[in-house]
DNA sequence: CAAATTTATGCAATCGCTTGCAAAAGATTT
DNA sequence: AAATCTTTTGCAAGCGATTGCATAAATTTG
């Protein structure tokens, strides 16, 4: 591989000159500086990522730690992924990839983390660089997050506008943020409507969902929107309910949340409440970006920004109109 | 952060022993390296990964990237990532994740690359690292890919097994190697057995299939079974049949390929040619860091590897016992 | 027990680049 | 035209580790 100091000799200059050429362009005269970027192509020349970190203590490369035991069959993640992906390589950035096994492989200049469990705090604390979530901490680190107490206050206007007298919240069985807000913004949604409601919690998988319709068929009369916190649980709920012969959207009304599973299945054709992912995962690693940029000063200790990208409600079948 | 000549210092030693200390242990005298090692854990020394990668020329990077335009709802990269990625850690490798909007961005030791076309050969040509498909290549590239051919042959067979006494395979309208292996597969046990079939190409989405069940739905015959070359076109079909009103499986058998969708849908019980993608992708990464410590010389160029991993039928609900 | 051999440790150079300061060249002012 | 300021370029040092060779210590051998 073609040097710094290749490029300097072939270009007639000092090696400094070449460097500032690339990387403070403003620098060096225009007319100098285009030889040398023709040089630079002629010797395809390719600056040394390791030799630049050494010295300038930038790695170029942002890590996304993945908590959850990376669940291999959640899109959820792949379309973050992407959204992180495209917004560094727009910067010059390198994107890590790491899981719960992977800690400790590899520098960076920061963190994304996301699927994080109140166990993992103590974790988090001892890295010294900059950090985003995915979702709401009240550890006073930065995060993106989507609006989940409105969306899902949304969701149940719609199912309540829409006709349906009865409203039952299928939540994550987890204590976290996300879910919590959920549960807030559906109890308060019901405090303030009126309308009969009652409020379950599952695992994460359909088929717990199903199971669960399944056995408790009898609580569930005509007209019950299911407002789930995912579209798994919303699939395995809507299975569950036509297995026993209810008819959807006509006498039980579905609507889940993440809008991962659209492109997925065709005849299930789910009213779900859409996280724009591909945006949160862009504004993740802008805000980042902006923080490795930017690191905090002693005399300005940091503040915790919160970007908070709407979900709006994608209305398809398993509703009424 | 602690540098090698800190912990050298505080040790005692020269920083080399402390470098001889990480890197060839059996060099150092035990007790002495075990008190190194205590000092390290003292001032937690973490070695500069830059450093190391400059002089040693080794970035312990291995880059995957995808092609395919990252089809954010495929599951099927999640799962192959899983793989790498456990098997990297455990060589203390970091993964970095590429797509085709980030060729250039950051240095690695190796390639892993998937979801492949041709048109993607003259940049792969360029690189100088050793690299690893998935799938199948005449190019020479070592890989990692499933028995295609035989695969399609045994899904044939089931379905044959099972009575049902037409086949439609369903491919992905495609010319890559995967999916040319898979239909001769299919051409030959249709020569081989006589049995009455067609074959048909789709672009890889649900309801693409969905479509052309409905559209073409007087060509297919009772006691059918449809032989799909991903799991999407597998539900797409089975949504085609049931809306059409045809019996899955008493009177219509569907097989897919995959096993990427088992766990995200309920009901839908699919029977399905099921990859071991964990498996693969560990297999790749195994592959590509054994081509990293071992460099082609001149002397002996490079043979192709084939990596071979079968792929199992998953029977379950779509099909007759 | 001295010589030869093996095993452990240290020294110096180097990887490719950027930072801080100094010098040279060019432009502007008086 | 001398003095000052600004712009442009170069020099030297060093980031934190590893490689090759040299030296010191420990061990074996005749």
Redesign the pocket.
Known sequence: ?A???DV?KRA?????????A??HP????PE??DSILHVMAELN????A???A???RRTRVVKLTIFEDMDTTEPYYMMLLAGISNELNQHQYALQLATSNSYEVGECDGYILTGIRQKNYAWVEQLRQPVVFFGRNQQGYDYVDTNNYQAIQDSAGYAVQTGYTNLVFVGIAVDEPFETDREQGFRDFVTQTGVGARMIRLANHCHVATDYVRQHWREFPRNTAFICASDRLAIGIEDGVILQGGRVPDDYGIIGFDGVLLNQIASKRLTTMQQPLEAMGRAAARLLLANIAHPDTESQPHAQEKIIINSRLSISESTRA
Chains 1, 2 share one sequence.
């Open positions: 591989m040097t710094l100091n300097a007639n200059v000092s090696k400094m000159t070449v460097s500032r690339i990387n403003e620098q060096v005269r100098l500086r020349y390719q600056p040394n390791a030799a630049r050494l010295v300038s």
